[in-house]
């Protein structure tokens, strides 16, 4: 069982960032592949990053690509999404993922691959 806590949401203006942390209870928290996923009013849930156990394998959303950087601190059992140059599309609740195991890495872009999320932190970008 893994529970998900995500934080360091809120208001910013267009260009600026944020840093969300996810905290993790759980003694496997190391085993887990992670991701942020968001939602906007009115929109489907989407991937945004994802990031292995181990750390070495990084995943973004072609919206994302070199604006947000995932990471994860397994001793701190925690994963954080780096936002840089925020546009007002990025407008959403930013949800927190854990993935077992043995999720294939190329699954995890696929929201139903995922057992455990967070209850979601809002980001809103004005203009």
């Known amino acids: 069982q893994v529970q998900l806590v995500e934080s360091g949401g809120g208001l910013v203006q267009a260009g600026g960032s944020l840093r969300l942390s996810c905290a993790a209870s759980?003694?496997?928290?190391?085993?887990?592949?992670m991701a942020w996923f968001r939602q906007a009013p009115g929109k489907e849930r989407e991937f945004v990053a994802a990031?292995?156990?181990?750390?070495?394998?990084?995943y973004y959303a072609d919206s994302v690509k070199g604006r947000f950087t995932i990471s994860r601190d397994n001793a701190k059992n925690t994963v954080y999404l780096q936002m840089n140059s925020l546009k007002p599309e990025d407008t959403a609740v930013y949800y927190c993922a854990a993935a077992a195991p043995d999720t294939n890495e190329w699954l995890l872009v696929v929201v139903g691959v995922y057992d455990y999320w967070g209850q979601g932190t809002q980001v809103t970008v004005s203009s």
């Open positions: 759980g003694r496997t928290f190391s085993s887990y592949a």
């Open positions: 990031i292995s156990w181990s750390g070495s394998s990084t």
